[in-house]
């Protein structure tokens, strides 16, 4: 692969900042933008990871947490101001490391003034902005449609007689990308953030854009199941084969793509879509038939694996096998939305799972607090803010955990109490007890990522599984003409032994971090052990 072609975001690993709660700089008990500016030294000398995605900071009234947007073009006071952006962008570019910044095209706030204006009378110029339907003959709505956070998808309006579509909460109205003034109006603030310097978009449910024009009824769903990769409650009895991923929504994201390549190659800009879809080939359309949509659809299959190396074999082959030719694959094993890998899987499996991470072909995004392996935190019914409640996404948005002291190092001493609860491990799991670690899970994110950069194969190198791996084993190479790294991971509980076939290694790291060097003989991997192999 030319250098030319290998642009930064295929090299890079992406972490993801939920502003909220990675560092509070006012002591008011939210993390904010001055306080991500403080973390930089943090993410670029400690852990040196090369692009940060930010969840929205944008003014919203909070009902999803910055979700529910009511002004894409500023900062919410709680976050910080446009400057206090403008300064976080600055010195990330000069540290090296890229931005990417949340947009959330499918819905706004309530409260944004377009949605008040929509609402206001049936002639109003920005009626049509949104999804206005009118009721059935008995006056129930328009249609089966299910919102996902629980409920129907649609909400009537008294005062106009008709209900709109709501995806998400009531107070997250749906916007009408059929309306070519509503694309103009979200090219626009595109533009707005690229002037700025941004370095690519994280585009928020990007397949719910368009629906059925005819918005007919979704089918039930004959199987129990989810569509997605965690249980959604009510919204799992249908078939969502109306309410999202209407195929027009291919034509938004060329154009988007033709906007973002004007920028030119100086700054080349990424889009990675949050596509929840789980048929490869229907979720492999949005890279574009010739590569001119989306950089990368994120790819959130193993999120849903359990813990068995056969699964997540199975899974990274059908993500190879089905990539277009060109595309490139990303990975990822946490989110805001989903729980932590460690209360997932184990502690020990998610030091296991960092290796995979970070050593599969593609992009890896990692969530912020993983890499010092963060656990849910376990919130009373009473206390639960989150407002999809099937989801229960509190647990994996406490308060990074900075030090073993007040608050964690979350706010200032004397700072009031965190948004979330801090998880009650903070003692012992924190940036800074684990830095001084040499064996903690700090160490091994920074090792992890530190052999990425020594032996770029992990960047740029082909994947290959070793089909005989031993049971319970996920084993794989590396390889480019010049080098080849075998990653052996041991999901078993039991030593395992690697076949002799293995030879002539050099063991460049172990998941436990106690050992390095020239293996002679045959090579056993210790239970739940992952190592990279030099051969
Ligand atoms: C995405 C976000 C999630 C949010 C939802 C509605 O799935 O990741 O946090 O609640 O969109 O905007």
């Known amino acids: 692969m030319s250098e030319q072609k290998f642009l930064w975001w295929k090299k890079a690993v992406i972490y993801q900042i939920y502003p909220r709660s990675f560092r509070d700089s006012t002591g008011n008990g939210i993390g904010d933008l001055p306080g991500v500016l403080e973390k930089l030294p943090y993410l670029d000398e400690v852990l040196g990871v090369d692009a940060l995605w930010l969840s929205p900071f944008y003014p919203s009234p909070m009902k999803d947490f910055g979700y529910d947007v009511a002004d894409y073009r500023g900062v919410d006071p709680l976050f910080g101001t446009l400057d206090d952006f403008d300064r976080l962008l600055e010195e990330s570019h000069r540290r090296d490391i890229r931005m990417i910044i949340d947009l959330v095209p499918n819905h706004s706030s309530d409260q944004h003034r377009w949605f008040q204006e929509s609402r206001s009378s049936r002639d109003n110029p920005k009626r049509d902005w949104y999804i206005w339907a009118d009721p059935q003959p008995d006056g129930s709505p328009p249609n089966n449609w299910l919102s996902v956070f629980g409920g129907p998808a649609w909400e009537w309006d008294e005062n106009t007689g008709q209900y709109y579509l709501h995806s998400f909460l009531k107070e997250q109205p749906d916007l009408n990308w059929r309306n070519p003034e509503v694309k103009e109006a979200m090219f626009d603030i595109v533009r707005f953030w690229l002037d700025r310097g941004v370095d690519g978009f994280r585009i928020d449910v990007a397949h719910y854009i368009l629906k059925d024009p005819e918005m007919r009824d979704n089918p039930q769903n004959p199987r129990p199941m989810s569509s997605i990769h965690k249980p959604l409650g009510e919204y799992d009895s249908q078939m969502h084969l109306y309410d999202k991923g209407h195929p027009d929504v291919h034509e938004i994201y060329r154009e988007l793509r033709v906007l973002l390549d004007s920028y030119g190659s100086n700054q080349p800009r990424v889009s990675i879509g949050e596509i929840h879809i789980f048929d490869w080939e229907e979720w492999s359309r949005y890279y574009g038939e010739n590569l001119d949509e989306l950089h990368m659809p994120y790819n959130f299959s193993l999120l849903g694996a359990s813990w068995s190396a056969d699964e997540f074999r199975r899974l990274v082959g059908e993500l190879e096998a089905h990539l277009p030719d060109g595309s490139w694959p990303n990975y990822v094993l946490g989110t805001h939305d989903d729980h932590r890998?460690?209360?997932?899987?184990?502690?020990?499996?998610?030091?296991?799972?960092?290796?995979?991470?970070?050593?599969?072909?593609?992009?890896?995004?990692?969530?912020?607090?993983?890499?010092?392996?963060?656990?849910?935190?376990?919130?009373?019914?009473?206390?639960?803010?989150?407002?999809?409640?099937?989801?229960?996404?509190?647990?994996?948005?406490?308060?990074?955990q900075w030090t073993a002291g007040e608050q964690a190092g979350f706010s200032p001493p004397g700072g009031q109490d965190p948004w979330l609860p801090i998880h009650k491990n903070y003692r012992q799991v924190n940036v800074a007890s684990e830095k001084e670690d040499p064996a903690s899970m700090l160490s091994l994110y920074r090792s992890l990522l530190a052999v990425r950069k020594e032996f770029p194969v992990l960047q740029n190198g082909s994947y290959e599984a070793l089909t005989d791996s031993p049971k319970n084993c996920f084993c794989y190479f590396r390889k480019t003409s010049r080098q080849t790294l075998l990653v052996a991971l041991n999901f078993s509980r039991e030593p395992r032994m690697l076949p002799d076939a293995v030879k002539s290694k050099d063991i460049l790291l172990s998941t436990r971090l106690d050992r390095k060097g020239p293996a002679d003989g045959p090579l056993t991997l210790r239970p739940l052990e992952g190592l990279i192999l030099d051969l």
């Open 341 to 400: 890998l460690a209360s997932r899987y184990g502690r020990g499996q998610a030091r296991v799972a960092a290796m995979m991470l970070l050593t599969l072909r593609g992009t890896p995004t990692i969530y912020y607090g993983e890499e010092i392996g963060m656990e849910d935190i376990h919130l009373p019914p009473e206390m639960e803010l989150d407002p999809a409640h099937a989801q229960k996404r509190d647990a994996n948005r406490s308060p990074m």
